[in-house]
């Protein structure tokens, strides 16, 4: 065999080798060096020596990072013809890198006129070139030469490459992850013993700090940044990093160590959190049983630019996670710019940052002190606060010479690392009597190695080598084919492979070809003229489905529950062997989904059908009710109404709501976020003609006010303010700029005999001290409080009314209350009490409550370490909120605020995954109530009762409901509803 290492030998970037093994040509990655200074731009030395390679077979893909993608398009564009084998995530992952790319080499054409790498249709011909490969299934890639996929952590999809040939075994490792992350799992070394290990080396010489006391670190300064007032940046790599973070700000909240500052994602971020959800497998247990979603009521995506201003501009406190992550591009860029210069904020970095990156240079000038930095085209006096955590995605010098270990090469390549990193583990590994090489970019090596037995390795399929064909003088059976050479299914064979294992005879393929043509039940047909073994899961639904599809009558009218989990009902026009179709609908259809009679009406509600709902809301609200979107939850049977202004919706339109609950039979709830859109247009639509905007429309969504700075004169301003409230509920907060630029606040005249607003104002915060009052402000000629809540607020009417007597001005209290300070309350008061929290606090302004729940183990009685209890902390939470604090337990309803939970369990997960004790397996089960617990279930279509488990390593231990479990198996159901423990 022979080795090229046309990139990423002897640097971070630009990965890619060429093996030429078994008669095949094969390319492993082909990346780019993303310098600063050449983004997605024509710049030699960012690419790989492509120029060393004349043909190829094939092109494998470790991971979808632009260091080891990024000039795929390059080469497929000169081998249209050879394919680009990945996993599943990596695909998708790949896709919208890439997509990313085209925006940005276009965005720096039009800015700076350089060319871009490549344009949209060497994207799109990449991309119809790639073929998804799932993990652990065999690929054969030539006679005598195959390829195998292995988990490689990093990322989601990563993984590490095993070929298999007669002419030795490689292992090309790509970037691995030894240590379990919060997104992806630690790889474990496959079952393969290479003869060439090709390892990557980023973190040599360096040994990685404790992940848990990094995140900690990291957190706390998060929130002792938040806690002042200040923004936080933490500019992350869009694909594993970002996520990471966002599910480490996540952990820490729920364990009540983080306040509820709002946490913002910008960038491609949003995108590839899109992609992990699509792909759960790929994912740790722990996020799978949350359905893989990263955005939730404290985290949310910045999707537009004037979202983006207003973060960067309104006063509130904030969590900003933004590519790129060496703020080399993207919108981290401009957050940077706008932070930099002051104090209060702070610039987190907590991943590899290039030489020639803005990055780099922030990391040095925090250990130096302040200075001056360059971001994008501006110098910035940097001022904020700064910080590096060790958050690495990539194994360390000991995990690496550990993995090398254990895996037990003849010679280890070591690659993608600088001299020093690569120098050091090629020491500790010639320090324990390893062969070690360092290459450089554009060297060939050549190689011989003795072809080891079966026993050396992992085994190989019989149709690889076999020495006797199994159906030899026999008709062709593919079930006794598939248990002789493919068991238990997953593998790809060549159609020469499986007729050599019948027959003795590769020119009989096309004979094989033909008999999968005709029965695909156990082999299908792929690209390229491969074959997939079916698992054997696989071939038994399979085979059900052909027995229930057998069943079923064309005419005949069927249930089942689409994608948004509504009932819908169809005549079957058509039945084609293992899956048919209805009226109206080219979809294909299985049996699975067929809802059985009995079982629909013993779940069916009163009311209307979900879709039937959903019209019949939207034809209730005029269009000046601005109602932008209906959706539903189907358990909870409630119809979601999203307005472009909610508070005055919810007001207006309260006879509609009550008539459509009424003749629905769903509850109404309203989406509590404004369209700031909407806002936006509004604010531009109330000003009279003349105003010229200068600055604005911000939106300050935590006290509902809309501010905008306007050049022209005063006249028209008051009624346009009103106009604003009474469509938008939210206040028109209007500064004029005269004509020299300075900014005068806008109010109407001074009341008859009234103090100077100043001192007024002054007067009112000392009288008040101390009452949970946080702002004064005049909106016309009403000075409006602004308490914690206006429940607090309430409290103090008649020194508020003493007060409008002794300052002359009309005094009111503002309806919203500050909810991240509530929130912020409730975080403290449940971890002073010791309460363990299973689902965070969430706060309902239009009830005066917040809810959390808690385990089922507090009690109102029990007490923290100053003696107060569960009752107390109740009492003091309204004391200083005026909101009421309902905990949510496994206990009865308790008067003082403690409820049953709503609970349905904490997540829906594979059986597949549960694994039952030892004792359990002894345990005989009634049968009797085996079979009514079977039955009950197959009514329901659910669980009654979430089963309980302990979530163990990759799978979980069964703690509680056996005969739930056993009814779950034999009803085939794939997943079931569980209460989960750590």
């Not at 992350?236 to 820490?252: P, V």
């Not at 360390?396 to 050091?424: C, I, K, M, N, W």
């Not at 604090?885 to 009865?892: C, D, F, R």
């Amino acid at each position: 065999m022979r080795i090229t290492f046309l990139g990423g030998a002897d640097q971070v970037g630009a990965s890619s080798i060429l093996l030429e093994i078994s008669g095949k040509r094969l390319l492993i990655d082909a990346g780019i060096h993303p310098s600063p200074k050449a983004r997605w731009g024509l710049s030699g030395d960012q690419l790989p020596h492509l120029s060393a390679i004349e043909a190829l077979d094939a092109i494998l893909v470790t991971h979808a990072h632009t260091d080891h993608t990024g000039a795929l398009e390059l080469v497929v564009a000169r081998f249209p013809d050879c394919p680009v084998y990945a996993t599943p995530p990596t695909v998708a992952l790949t896709r919208v890198l890439h997509a990313d790319a085209r925006r940005i080499m276009a965005s720096r054409l039009d800015e700076e006129g350089e060319l871009p790498l490549f344009d949209d249709v060497a994207v799109q011909k990449l991309l119809a070139a790639m073929v998804a490969v799932p993990l652990r299934a065999r690929l054969p890639l030539g006679e005598g030469l195959a390829a195998t996929y292995y988990p490689a952590g990093h990322i989601a999809g990563a993984a590490m490459i095993a070929l298999d040939s007669d002419e030795g075994r490689v292992l090309i490792s790509g970037d691995v992850s030894v240590s379990p992350q919060r997104t992806v799992d630690g790889l474990k070394p496959p079952p393969f013993r290479p003869d060439i290990l090709i390892l990557e080396s980023t973190y040599g010489g360096r040994l990685h700090a404790n992940r848990a006391t990094e995140e900690r670190r990291l957190v706390e300064r998060v929130e002792q940044v938040t806690a002042a007032g200040g923004k936080v940046l933490i500019p992350a790599f869009a694909l594993g990093r970002a996520q990471e973070l966002i599910e480490i700000l996540r952990a820490f909240r729920k364990a009540n160590e983080l306040s509820a500052v709002p946490v913002w994602v910008d960038g491609m971020v949003r995108a590839v959190c899109g992609i992990y959800a699509q792909f759960p497998d790929a994912l740790p247990l722990a996020l799978q049983e949350r359905g893989a979603r990263f955005f939730d009521e404290f985290t949310r995506p910045v999707e537009r630019g004037d979202q983006r201003n207003a973060l960067v501009w309104e006063s509130q406190p904030a969590i900003i996670i933004s590519s790129s992550g060496m703020l080399a591009g993207g919108p981290s860029l401009s957050y940077a710019r706008a932070l930099a210069g002051q104090p209060q904020h702070a610039i987190f970095l907590t991943g590899y940052q290039d030489e020639e990156s803005p990055g780099r240079r922030l990391q040095a000038m925090a250990a130096r002190g302040h200075g001056t930095l360059k971001l994008g085209k501006e110098v910035v006096d940097v001022q904020c606060q700064l910080g590096t955590y060790g958050l690495s995605a990539h194994a360390d010098e000991a995990q690496l010479v550990s993995l090398a270990e254990t895996l037990d090469p003849t010679t280890v390549f070591l690659v993608h690392g600088d001299g020093a990193a690569r120098e050091s583990i090629a020491h500790a590994l010639r320090e324990r009597g390893r062969r070690t090489e360092s290459p450089r970019a554009g060297q060939s090596l050549e190689f011989g190695f003795r072809v080891r037995s079966v026993g050396a390795g992992s085994p190989r399929p019989a149709s690889a080598g076999s020495p006797r064909p199994y159906g030899i003088d026999r008709p062709l059976d593919l079930g006794e084919l598939w248990r002789a050479v493919a068991a238990p299914g997953g593998n790809y064979f060549t159609l020469a492979e499986l007729a050599r294992a019948w027959w003795g005879d590769d020119a009989r393929a096309d004979e094989l070809r033909a008999a999968l043509e005709k029965d695909d039940a156990f082999f299908v047909l792929a690209e390229r003229g491969l074959a997939r073994a079916r698992t054997g899961e696989q071939i038994e639904q399979r085979a059900w489905r052909i027995a229930r599809v057998a069943e079923l009558q064309v005419g005949a009218e069927i249930h089942w529950r689409d994608a948004e989990g509504a009932v819908r009902t169809a005549q079957i026009v058509r039945r084609e062997h293992d899956h048919f179709f209805v009226a109206g609908d080219d979809t294909p259809h299985y049996p699975e989904e067929i809802i059985p009679v009995e079982t629909l009406h013993a779940t069916s509600l009163p009311g209307m059908e979900p879709n039937a709902a959903l019209a019949f809301a939207r034809a209730q609200y005029p269009p000046e009710a601005r109602l932008r979107r209906v959706g539903y939850r189907l358990d909870e049977r409630v119809l979601v109404l999203t307005f472009d202004f909610p508070d005055v919706a919810r007001e207006q339109f309260a006879a509609i709501h009550a008539r459509v609950e009424s003749e629905s039979g769903w509850k109404i709830e309203t989406d509590p976020e404004a369209n700031q859109a909407a806002l936006v247009a509004l604010a531009r639509q109330v000003l009279p003609e003349g105003c010229e905007i200068v600055k604005g429309p911000a939106i300050h969504r935590e006290d509902k006010r809309v501010a905008v700075t306007v050049r022209a004169a005063v006249a028209g301003i008051e009624p346009a303010v009103e106009q604003f409230r009474e469509t938008s509920g939210y206040a028109l907060s209007v500064t004029i700029a005269d004509a020299d630029a300075q900014l005068l606040p806008f109010a109407q005249e001074q009341p008859m005999g009234a103090m100077e607003i100043n001192a007024a104002l002054g007067l009112i915060r000392a009288q008040l001290a101390g009452s949970t009052l946080y702002r004064t402000g005049l909106k016309g000629d009403t000075i409006v409080l602004s308490f914690i809540s206006p429940q607090v607020g309430a409290r103090y009417r008649e020194q508020i009314e003493s007060l409008s007597l002794t300052v002359g001005w009309p005094l009111a209290i503002h309806p919203q209350p500050n909810q991240s300070e509530i929130l912020q309350i409730a975080h403290a008061l449940i971890a002073r009490v010791g309460w363990i929290v299973t689902r965070p606090p969430s706060i309902h302004t239009d009830r005066g409550e917040v809810r959390v729940v808690v385990t089922p183990h507090p009690v109102p009685s029990s007490s923290d370490k100053t003696g107060q209890t569960g009752e107390g902390v109740i009492e003091e939470f309204e004391a200083q909120t005026g909101y009421r604090l309902v905990v949510e337990t496994g206990a009865s309803p308790d008067p003082k605020g403690f409820s049953k939970p709503l609970g349905s369990g904490d997540a829906e997960i594979p059986l597949a995954r549960i694994r039952i004790t030892r004792h359990q397996q002894t345990l005989t089960l009634d049968a009797n109530k085996q079979q009514k617990t079977t039955e009950q279930l197959r009514r329901l279509g659910r669980v009654n009762k979430p089963i309980r488990v302990k979530r163990v390593g990759d799978g979980y231990i069964l703690l509680d409901g056996l005969y739930r479990l056993r009814a779950a198996e034999a009803l085939g159901w794939e997943r079931i509803a569980a209460t989960v423990e750590e």
